[in-house]
């Protein structure tokens, strides 16, 4: 009978061993709302990427601002660097600014325009020739919750991030807003453990940076399919004599003798009611025929009327505004 009862305490000492050496180790496992990674969204911006008819346009990215109402740490900067990711695998170039530098040299160009300062050597607006398009955001909430889910010898816990980020997509040629949205992201992650082991609740980057993840990958396949329904737009690289080097090649998907309007970006135009910019001047100084691609992103294309381009000009197919 002591044997017996003995063999039975060994096999619940084993049996309950085996639980605890299971459960002493965290288990998760994660999962998003409209998941980047498990409800398509990746591939939707993939696609939206793969699709993409235009030059690989440069796009600069203003450092997110962190509105959030507990200026939740480091959440503007994981927006921005992911973010940067984002646009790189939908196609585009990113150039990540700063508030400050953008500032500094849209303050000369004002001061240039009112002729309270003269233009030097280098004309300020230069610094804008090679950005095409400029997302600006913020991150305006973020908050988690934590759902606890306890029985006799085990513990879950369910944590799960919540953010809310605004953002604009602008054509730095012309000044104009294309989007301007406001778009949810949420992320969640599941721990568990036995007899409190492995359950307990530490700081998590990986939960707010999986929310902004989803959140910003919404984003970024409608700013990649906006771009996608506007007609070709390029710029001049370079001009020698009647041939002019213009971004464009392959990937714009132009055959040779396709014709461009050529224009010179001016100053702001600013509604007298708002004082915001809702647009650029622009002046139509001639057109060039295309001639060949040299690469994926530039072609080669000689000048068929007007005179005076340079490297900034922005070029549009004839008849598409």
Known sequence: MKASATKVGFLICMFMAGVL????GVKTSGAV?????????TRELEA???????PEYNVAILEFDNKTPAKTIGVGEA?????????????????????????????????????ALKKGIKDTSGGFDSVDFRITGSVTSYHELEESMDTLVAQRKKHIARVQVDYALVDVATGK??????GMGEYSKTTGGVFGLGGKSTADPGLRDGALRDALSKAMTKMAEKLNQMPFQGRVLHVDGPEVTIRAGTRSRLA?????????????????????VIGKREKLIGE???????GDRISVAR???????????????????
């Open 21 to 24: 050496s299971a459960g002493c």
């Open 33 to 41: 709302k409209d998941d980047i990674t498990l409800t398509g969204q």
């Open 48 to 54: 939206a990427g793969a699709m993409y008819k235009g």
């Open 79 to 115: 927006a921005t660097d992911i973010l940067r990711t984002l646009v790189k695998q939908t196609g585009l170039e990113p150039i990540v600014l700063t508030k400050g530098e953008i500032g500094q040299q849209e303050r000369l160009m004002e001061l240039e325009q009112t002729g």
């Open 177 to 182: 807003s294309l989007l301007a949205e406001s």
């Open 256 to 276: 040779s003798g396709t014709v461009f309007s050529v224009y010179r970006p001016g100053e702001d135009l600013v509604d007298p009611d708002t004082g915001r």
């Open 288 to 294: 060039v025929t295309l001639d060949s691609h040299q």
């Open 303 to 321: 000048t068929t009327s007007g005179n005076g381009f340079k490297a900034g000009d922005v070029i549009r197919v004839k008849g598409n505004l």
